[in-house]
């Protein structure tokens, strides 16, 4: 299918940016093809997780068997060590906007989305994009932008994710059957259940308490929903995370005293009332605390001194200076230390190989499917770059199973670019993410804001109920950063206190400003209104012609927007804090450079996010979960993997990540992403045929 | 600094600690213990230009002793902070001492005074941004550093005395 090959030297460079030391060219490297047993795409907890789930389940088979696997990093090594660590913690430090990217510099030929890029494409009157917002590195066809970013570099996107980890509720696994809304998944809540846990204890390290959850649509009683048939592990079935929860906040403690007892009451259609108490939930969270009998926190790579513990940095996106949250560096270390890639020496037990390339951008995925029928994935070309002046060199490898493992967006880019497991034509549609609402304001006391993990708690009482046939979900984040994400605080809230913006005069200064700071920023405090995202077809990533990247690699082209179903709930979450600000007694509008107790929300329409309902505008924000873009089902008319995450279209290919699921729920997607991939592994290991990749059985070139 | 060099009233860097004490609200050791004074005095003369620093700070120390004598702040407020030619610089001081970040002076300002390079937004350094003061004034820790220890945020936020 060397057809199907992306040509980035000669004629077709036209097309092509060329920046920086790139000089379009490709050298073919020598030699034959390289084979594994199984090859990887993307080294993000995705990837990491599928290859120590494969090599673990497959040392259990009897005769053991030992994969050697390769992974494919398309962007830089990040620090595997923890004085280079700490480079990238000062990149940060220094950065002017710290944004989830600020510490992480892209390279020129591996381009990655940034929220500073995100502006709103202008559209024609017909609704047809007029003119493109492609100053970043997606190009956004509108009608919204969309608002969020991933990490391209070893570790991916959980380099400068929060860590946040619920768990699906269980009718998020069957909107369709149970709401009328979206589609139901091939797996339930049960199946995934077992999984849950093992992502949980075995790949991320989970801080929870289960008596804490108290979640709509789990019958009342945490326990139960947590229950495990891991009888063995857990006796009697009673579940308890590896690590025991964080603690809350005390801001969290601050506004629970002060919401107890309240209701939030919510208009729907045809005058429905709909009810929600009102309590708060410690959440679940990638991030170390005080093991549980059994666990062993996993902390910094390459010194698991450091990092045992959250110490409270208050910098979880983008970086833990100490690595108490899970990132998937942890994982690829972990891999690499206890399965190098070299022949076993004398009197070592045979085991697995795994290698990780990093600079290696996959480019095609090459295949003998023809339209409508299964075929085969018969290699992989990538793309080995440099940056230094040298021309990227092209290697395609071989394996008997492969995975991508991209994230959503690049395992669809990459998926159309190579015209592979596309029968369905739903390759790169059903993009959802989480647009999230915020709503601040500043209390009437000191609540000790800008200390601890971004958050410690939420409201979950909107995840589910009735209201979901109507509008949709949310979940509602509490903040521990005052207005650092809202009104970017605490550098606007002294350049307010300051002044002489046009008089050149400092208003406030000395123990004035001091005092006054004391008073303010503590006492900031803002909530994220999480909503759940529909699938629609029409929220896609394409591909064009016309816009590449260096390397001659398509840009992701997105259209975006969000339904009737998802606006709807924009009101309500609006009223709902509304409800809440008022109990909090901060319920008098206020607005900066003005500081008093009062509520300061407040969504200006010239925002590149500016979203109108009902003649009202808000604001949405991404909340960094891509997910939808390539959807499990049964069906291969309709999805494009199985339950298993294995292509329908060519059943040597996985295409993991959040990207399988066909539904978003309101809970942050890696732990459910995680899970599914662990379920994959397993499913691997079982397949993987017996010979090894050192010495294999039968010549499998294309 | 050792304290004759503190005595030296007249010591460009000796003013250059007095000023920022009464612009901050921070005591001579509170800032002394940043470890910036110098590295925020090499600052401002490198992107106001030396001589304009030198004149504000001449302006500063006869406006410090004036208030010295006086007991009150009204010199260096009428004198400084209300000055049109020293007024933004303040401003940035303020700020720099506060975020660690330079925030460039006011077109109105350069017209006068011209620009030096540097005179654009940036964080001034890591260390800068580490030990700016808005965070103790929050009662809180810079956002990635100087972390407070496990459970802190659990507990009832206090403030540093001002
Ligand atoms: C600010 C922010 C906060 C978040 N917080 C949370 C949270 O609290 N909880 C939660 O559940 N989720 C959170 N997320 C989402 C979470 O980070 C992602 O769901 C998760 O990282 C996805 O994992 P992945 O391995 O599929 O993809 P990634 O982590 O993005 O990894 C993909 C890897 O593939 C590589 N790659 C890409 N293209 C190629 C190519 N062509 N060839 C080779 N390699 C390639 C990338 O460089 C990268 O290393 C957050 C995201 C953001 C942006
Ligand atoms: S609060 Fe700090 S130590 Fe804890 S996880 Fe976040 S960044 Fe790491």
Redesign the pocket.
């Known amino acids: 299918m060397h057809e199907n090959l992306v040509t980035v030297s000669g004629g077709k460079s036209g097309s092509m940016k060329t920046t920086g030391t790139q000089t379009g060219g490709v050298q073919p490297s020598g030699g034959g093809k390289e084979h594994f047993d199984i090859v990887i795409?993307?080294?993000?907890?995705?990837?990491a997780t599928v290859a120590k789930t494969v090599i673990e389940q497959a040392a259990t088979r009897s005769p053991a068997r030992h994969p050697r696997i390769l992974i494919?990093?398309?962007?830089r090594a990040t620090a595997m060590s923890a004085d280079k660590y700490d480079t990238y913690v000062q990149s940060y430090q220094q950065a002017l906007a710290k944004v989830?990217n600020s510490p992480y510099p892209p390279t020129v030929s591996?381009p990655q989305p940034d929220v500073l890029d995100i502006s709103r494409p202008v559209m024609g009157e017909d609704g047809t994009t007029k003119i493109p917002a492609d100053n970043g590195y997606f190009v956004q066809m509108g009608p919204l932008p969309f608002g969020?970013?991933?990490?391209?570099?070893?570790?991916?996107?959980?380099l400068?994710?929060?860590?946040?980890?619920l768990r699906l509720l269980p009718n998020d696994f069957r909107m369709d059957t149970e709401y009328g809304r979206g589609v139901d998944w091939p797996i339930t809540y049960d199946e995934l259940k077992p999984y849950y846990e093992r992502a949980e204890w075995d790949i991320i390290g989970v801080s929870a308490d289960v008596g804490h959850q108290y979640y709509p649509g789990i019958g009342g009683d945490p326990a139960k929903y947590f229950k495990s048939k891991n009888t063995g592990k857990f006796p009697d079935g009673v579940y308890h995370f590896p690590m025991e929860e964080i603690p809350s906040s005390f801001l969290d403690e601050y506004l629970a005293k002060k919401s107890a007892g309240l209701v939030v009451t919510l208009k729907g259609d045809l005058g429905r009332e709909y009810t929600f108490p009102i309590k708060i939930s410690n959440t679940p969270v990638g991030r170390n605390s005080t093991p549980t009998p059994g666990y062993q926190p996993v902390g910094a790579v390459g010194n698991a001194d450091q990092g045992q513990r959250c110490e409270g940095n208050s910098s979880c996106?983008p970086i833990c200076p100490v690595q108490a949250k899970y990132n998937?560096l942890k994982t690829l270390y972990e891999l690499i230390v206890k399965y190098p890639d070299r022949e076993p020496r004398e009197g070592e037990k045979e085991k697995a190989r795994v290698a990780v390339r990093s600079q290696?951008?996959?480019s095609n995925v090459e295949h003998t499917q023809l339209p409508k029928k299964q075929g085969t994935v018969t290699g992989i070309t990538?793309l080995k770059y440099s940056d230094d002046g040298s021309p990227p060199v092209r290697a395609t490898v071989t394996a008997d199973v492969y995975v991508l493992?991209?994230?959503a967006i690049?395992n669809a880019t990459?998926l159309l670019a190579s015209k592979a497991a596309n029968s369905s034509g739903e390759v790169g549609r059903n993009l959802m993410d989480h647009p999230l609402l915020l709503t601040w304001g500043l209390l009437e006391d000191n609540a000790g804001a800008y200390r601890g993990p971004g958050s410690t708690s939420g409201i979950p009482a909107f995840r589910d109920g009735p209201h979901r046939s109507e509008r949709t979900a949310f979940r509602v984040e509490i903040g521990n950063w005052g207005w650092n994400f809202p009104e970017n605080a605490p550098y606007d809230t002294v350049h307010d206190l300051v002044g002489g913006a046009g008089t050149g005069t400092a208003q406030l200064y000395g123990r004035a400003l001091r005092k006054r700071l004391g008073e303010i920023l503590p006492n900031q405090f803002r909530i994220a209104w999480e909503l759940e995202q529909d699938p629609e077809p029409t929220n896609r990533v394409t591909i064009d012609e016309r816009y590449k990247d260096s390397l001659g690699m398509y840009r992701p082209v997105i259209h975006y927007d969000l339904s009737e179903y998802v606006r709807a709930s924009l009101p309500w979450a609006a009223e709902a804090s509304r409800q809440l600000f008022e109990r909090l007694g901060i319920g008098a509008e206020v607005r900066r450079p003005e500081y008093k107790p009062g509520d300061y929300t407040h969504w200006d329409a010239n925002d590149p996010s500016a979203v109108t309902y009902d003649g009202q505008t808000y604001w949405v924000r991404g909340a960094?979960?891509?997910v939808g873009t390539h959807r499990m089902g049964e069906d291969p008319e309709h999805s494009v993997v199985d339950g298993y995450q294995r292509s329908h279209d060519l059943p040597n290919l996985f295409i993991v990540?959040?990207g399988s699921m066909p539904t978003l729920g309101t809970s942050?997607?890696?732990?459910t992403?995680t899970a599914l991939a662990i379920r994959t592994g397993d499913h691997i290991a079982a397949q993987l045929p017996t010979h090894t990749a050192a010495q294999p059985k039968e010549k499998k070139d294309a | 600094m050792t304290t004759t060099e503190l005595s030296n009233r007249s010591d460009p860097i000796v003013v250059f600690t007095d000023l920022s004490v009464e612009l901050t609200g921070y005591d001579r050791v509170e800032l002394a213990g940043t470890g910036l004074i110098e590295q925020h005095y090499d600052t401002l003369l490198r992107l106001i230009g030396e001589r304009e620093a030198g004149h504000l700070l001449q302006a500063a120390a006869e406006a410090l002793d004036a208030d010295r004598k006086n007991h009150n702040g009204e010199a260096l407020r009428t004198r400084v902070i209300e000055s049109k030619l020293y007024g933004p610089v303040i401003i940035s001081l303020i700020k720099l001492w506060y975020l660690g970040s330079w925030y460039p002076l006011p077109g109105s300002y350069a017209d006068v005074n011209g620009s030096t390079a540097g005179d654009v937004e940036h964080v001034v350094s890591a260390q800068a941004y580490r030990e700016g003061l808005v965070w103790s004034a929050a009662g809180a820790h810079p956002m990635g550093a100087k972390a407070p220890g496990w459970g802190s945020w659990a507990e009832a936020p206090a403030l540093p005395s001002a």
């Open positions: 795409v993307g080294g993000g907890i995705a990837g494919l990093e398309a962007g989830p591996a969020s970013d991933y990490a391209r570099a070893l570790g991916g996107t959980t400068h994710w929060l860590g946040t980890c996106i998937a290696c951008m996959a990538y493992a991209a994230n690049e990459l960094g979960h891509v990540g959040c942050n997607p890696t732990l992403m």
